[in-house]
């Protein structure tokens, strides 16, 4: 305490010598009496002629004395500028150039570079000179440039610091060289360089012209124990780097943090730094390494500190050539059932007719077609040519294929009829798979001895198999044949995709085999787009967070791989070929220099200072307002002023200091002035952040699609708020059905009853009145809110053409249905499903956790968001478009 | 304006607490009749039987009791009169001082005292008027109203002008004050009183620290209509004196009742008025017993 008050200095001492005043000021207000009270007194006759005698001493009580001074001390005290640690060295009298670096690896210390910046600059301006001000990493174009500022008053350069942007890429040296010859500044400038202690580039030229032009340079940093990191991909695979300027000069301990594309943690590993470089290899479970998209250092908060990797594969479309849809084929026993389960971890499978996948402009990357495929000359070339340009053809045999071994649908002749090995009329034993090919893209799976075929269609080998064999059973016989055709693949495989041929389905190998023919689709689609243009999707900004990039930033893949991190090729994911690639900081910068070797002796190099300087005036000054106010109380106290007199005042003051309170009518006015979509505040917070997120996204599509725009979202209590303002309130409600106070039911009742429209989302993909608890409950509370009589919808409904022509209601799930009142002619009061369509505009991955990249839409969400916007429409136009003027519009839309 | 209907509704709130506390009051008090006549009369009360006289009204004879006797016997019955009350509270303003916030004004005391002995008068079927104004009379607990807003409203003539206002009719009249002024010009005030068929109760309402001038330190007295005042710098040193003036005059008030006649009765705001109520009823009896 005492060393406290040592360590404050006052920059106008002279006003301290007020303080001689106050025993002055003692004496004055000891002699002037107080105000005499006042009564009135109705014998007052009496007293006409009466004086006393002794004269009541007039005296302040001591401690209303002692106070009133001590608010004047503390205003003198105020005026003298108290500065908590005052520097005691005598101000150099010099303009200061102040060179405030703001590339990636200053956002490690960057609050702390501004404290040591504010603190440069109120000591220079403090001695009356001019300040100017550089900064080093260069700006996209639409920002302002790397530019000389200068001379600025200490306001100018408090706010132009407080407005640096930090970008994640390193400095350039050669733009700040030439933005410091863009002006003259004075000869007897010194130069404070705030930097961060490391160089990824080498400054030499920057620090030539500086020494040229400045009288002395100083260069000060973080201490070496909090120097920025870098992370790098070593030459391992699974192994990283982590790189400093400078060894530390004790252990730094650190964590890893190993996310997915969704942002969750996956796997942490902590680890502890000395040297300049420490190598990692973290001992991560496969099952999770492919899932990796990206390394943080925790804590760290750079672009340095994170490291992007490829991550997980997209998922992949995938089309079954069948007559059937999914939901009737049998389980068990048909082919599809058996693909679906092996491929349902990375792509997508969908069943329909050949010629319907040809039609449309199919995304899927694979067909896959068991037994005869039965089709036309036509169909026929439409699907050699799909397979030519880039598809991949699966096919399995099955029954009845004999008609069709002559087309040219196979990558090799087959035989006619099949063979069986195992039956009452054979001898021979099942066949087992002896290995896989080398050169293959099968070649690296293991060859598992258990597999045994029964049945298989043959090879003709007749004709030459070279090459086109990518497995083999024990006796020699092909079990896989390929050949490419165009830049696509035909594939065969020899036996069935149900396990009545072999035991082939039943094995985790055919997983196996079917995700590495998967994957040869996307290599495909790689090597056909060769000279295209790595585009930006996600950029990495100088926190280490992901961002949306506002400009289109399109680049080579020559400067892909190679070009240094920079404007023009920052660190992030970038698009190529409907595939992610990343593009981290580490792998693109040189090796890191620490500030010793990088600058000339005639630099000197500092750290950063602790004893920064502190303004206490604004203290005193409250102290000394805390102070009156509190003799004000006791003046109200003292005096017996009436409440009544006292209570408007102490009114005023409590609104002054409960500005919160004023905030909430301001909310009615703003939900009132524009249009504002809300939900329900639950008491679980994931379901209000994803609800948050997803009306966000919805009020951005319906300000981007309709005329709609939506000033924003509110989060609603039934309690508490008033509800009018809304066309409709998404309810979100989980996974217990919260029972609400009566007050809150009121208010919705009349919501409802007014013209409101409530949209209930059970979240769980059922949204059926059977005999759960959560029925039960939601059942309650449909008696509570008096809901009408509800019927599913029906396709015609109006909602299903307020704006899009819908045909079913997707969210997260497309299973439940959607009850609506039964009534045609009004707007329903009530909206109540179960797709969780929340999660589907919040882009919710399934999982859990918000996407930070937003990817590709999948249709759902589309479709989802289509479902949210005719929602709006519907609850804002009413029955509008059930009127028959619109049916012949509709009808061209529907083609017809 | 605002004001205007503010203070007007205050006032009736005022009169309708008074009037209510005087009615819970006077139905507290024991008072047995305090004006029976005594001789025979109009009233309903058997009286006595007395001889045929040649001036008495032929329906007073009993003609059962006359055939049963030999002489011609009548039945009198006793004489009642109706009697008024006058009640009056001065309306001066020295009299709305509030000297601590827990003790009520004396006009408020004054006024729950008169009307609560006029609810108690028409217990006895006797006509509560309020001096000054003849036509504001009750004969009835509802219209005790009018009086209780009479007085809140302070229409009831000035003390001074008391001399001047002829008094009407026989009865007991009563007046609440706090008679401050010099004892002369009370008495010139109080002409009326030597009346031998009117009966005075002066009311005198005090406040305690009128009698004691409890203050410390420095006070700056003024009078009611505030338009002089006086600085007492130690106020505890002349309350000695204060209280030897205030006692000399509450003195010569008791003599100059006592040469009168007058009635009187002290009351202290915050003291029970109850007590104050049953005194005064004690007092009236007395009286009109020694009469």
Known sequence: ?896 | MWAFFHQAKETSQNAEDVLDQANRLASHAYAPGFHAARKAGQGESFWQFRRYLPDDPRRDIDWRKSARSEATIIRQREDQKAQSLHLWVDPNSGMDISYASKRPAKTHCANVLTLALGFLALRQHDIVRSIGSDSVAARSDQSMADLAHHFEQKRAPNFADLQNTPLSGSGLYVLAGDFLEPPERIEKNLKHAGHPDKKFLLLHCLDPDELTLPYTGRVLFSNSAEESSQRIDHVPDVSAAYQEKMQSHLRALEELCAAQGILYLRHLCGEDMAKTLNAAIHLLNEESRGA
Not at chain 1, 580 to 593: C, D, F, K, M
Not at chain 1, 825 to 853: T, Y
Not at chain 1, 866 to 890: C, E, S, W
């Open chain 1, 1 to 896: 305490m005492i060393s406290f008050f040592t360590q404050i200095g006052f920059l106008n001492p002279w006003a301290l010598s007020a303080l001689l005043t106050l025993p002055a000021l003692w004496f004055i207000l000891r002699i002037l009496p107080p105000a005499p009270r006042r009564i009135i007194f109705a014998p007052f006759r009496f007293l006409k002629d009466l004086t006393a005698q002794a004269k009541t001493p007039s005296h302040t009580p001591w401690w209303i004395l002692l106070l009133r001074l001590l608010i004047l001390t503390c205003l003198i005290i105020a005026f003298a500028r108290p500065v908590f640690q005052l520097s005691k060295d005598p101000v150099a009298s010099a303009p200061l150039l102040l060179i405030l670096e703001n590339g990636w690896d200053a956002a490690a210390n960057w609050k702390e570079a501004q404290r040591q910046a504010r603190d440069a600059i109120s000591k220079t301006a403090r001695a009356g000179d001019d300040i100017y001000l550089l900064t080093t990493a260069p700006a996209p174009k639409n920002e302002k440039q790397i530019s000389l500022q200068g001379p600025l008053t200490q306001a100018q350069a408090f706010s132009e610091i407080s407005a640096i942007p930090l970008y994640p890429w390193p400095s350039d040296f050669n733009e700040t060289t030439k933005a410091l010859n863009t002006k003259d500044l004075p000869a007897n400038i010194k130069t404070l360089w705030i930097g961060t202690g490391s160089f990824s580039n080498m400054p030499e030229r920057f620090v030539n012209a500086l020494l040229e032009r400045s009288d002395s340079v100083s260069y000060m940093s973080c201490p070496a124990q909090s120097c920025p990191l870098l992370l790098r991909s070593a030459d391992q695979e699974h192994e990283y780097m982590i790189e400093q300027s400078v060894s530390s000069p004790q252990k730094r301990n650190i964590t890893l943090d190993f996310l997915n594309k969704s942002g969750k943690r996956l796997y942490s590993e902590k680890t502890s730094l000395i040297n300049k470089r420490t190598f990692i290899k973290p001992d991560i479970p496969a099952e999770i390494s492919g899932k990796i998209s990206r390394i943080d250092i925790r804590n760290e908060g750079t672009a340095g500190g994170v490291l992007l990797l490829p991550g997980e594969k997209q998922r992949k479309n995938i089309g079954f050539i069948s007559a059937k849809e999914i939901e009737d084929t049998k389980p068990y026993i048909d082919g599809i059932f058996y693909l679906q389960r092996a491929l349902s971890p990375y792509a997508d499978l969908r069943a329909g007719r050949l010629q319907a996948f040809l039609k449309e402009q199919t995304e899927e990357d694979i067909l896959i077609a068991q037994g005869a495929l039965n089709i036309s000359p036509q169909t026929k070339e439409k699907l050699i040519s799909w397979i030519e340009s880039g598809g991949v053809l699966l096919r399995f045999a099955g029954e009845n294929m004999e008609e069709n071994y002559e087309d040219a649908l196979f990558p090799v002749k087959l035989r006619s009829g099949q063979r069986s090995l195992e039956g009452a009329l054979t001898w021979d034993e099942p066949k087992t798979l002896s290995r896989f090919e080398e050169n293959t893209p099968l070649s690296s799976l293991p060859a598992d001895q258990s597999i045994s075929v029964s049945r298989q269609v043959l090879a003709d080998p007749a004709f030459s198999l070279e090459g086109k064999v990518w497995a083999t059973l024990d006796d020699g016989t092909p079990l896989i044949t390929a050949a490419p055709r165009g830049s696509g693949w035909l594939i065969f495989v020899h036996t069935s995709a149900a396990p009545e041929w072999s035991n082939l389905p039943l094995s985790g190998l055919y997983v196996g085999i079917l995700q590495k023919i998967t994957d040869l689709s996307s290599n495909k689609t790689q090597t056909q787009n060769g000279k295209g243009f790595y585009k930006l999707s996600a950029l990495l900004n100088a926190d280490g967070r992901f961002e949306t990039p506002d400009t289109n930033i399109e680049i080579t893949r020559e400067e892909f791989l190679n070009a240094p991190p920079g404007l023009n090729a920052p660190p992030g994911f970038y698009i190529y070929a409907d595939a992610e690639y990343p593009r981290a900081l580490g792998n693109h910068l040189p090796r890191l220099t620490s500030a010793r070797e990088a600058l000339p002796n005639s630099i000197s190099i500092l750290s950063f200072a602790n004893d920064l300087e502190k303004d206490l005036t604004a203290l005193f000054i409250a102290a000394a307002f805390a102070l009156f106010l509190f003799d004000w109380l006791v003046m109200i106290a003292l005096s017996r002023i009436p409440m009544r007199t006292a209570l408007p005042v102490i009114f005023v003051l409590s609104l002054v200091c409960l500005p919160n309170a004023a905030k909430a009518q301001n909310n009615d006015l703003i939900y009132a002035n524009t249009l504002h979509l809300a939900y329900l505040k639950t008491e679980n917070f994931q379901n209000n952040q994803a609800a948050q997120r997803g009306l966000e996204n919805l009020a951005r599509a319906l300000s981007e699609r309709t005329s709609i725009e939506p000033g924003g979202v509110a989060a609603i209590n039934p309690e508490t708020d008033t509800l009018a303002f809304f066309p409709f309130i998404y309810w979100p409600i989980g996974q217990t059905v919260p029972k609400l106070s009566e007050n809150a039911l009121e208010n919705l009742r009349s919501y409802m009853a007014h013209g409101g429209t409530l949209l209930i989302d059970t979240q769980d993909g059922r949204a059926r009145f059977d005999f759960s608890d959560k029925s039960k409950a939601l059942r309650e509370l449909a008696m509570a809110l008096d809901f009408p009589p509800l019927q599913m919808i029906q396709k015609e409904h109006v909602l299903n053409k307020s704006f899009y022509l819908l045909e079913d209601h997707p969210g997260r799930y497309a299973s439940a249905p959607l009850w609506i009142a039964s009534g045609k002619s009004e707007v329903s009061p009530v909206l109540l499903g179960g797709n969780d369509w929340a999660a589907a505009w919040a882009n919710l991955r399934e999982d859990g956790g918000l996407d930070p990249i937003l990817t590709g839409k999948t249709r759902r969400e589309e479709m989802a968001l289509r479902f949210g916007i005719n929602i709006t429409m519907y609850a804002l136009t009413g029955t509008y478009k059930a009127d028959q003027v619109h049916i012949p519009h509709i009808l061209k839309r529907l083609g017809k």
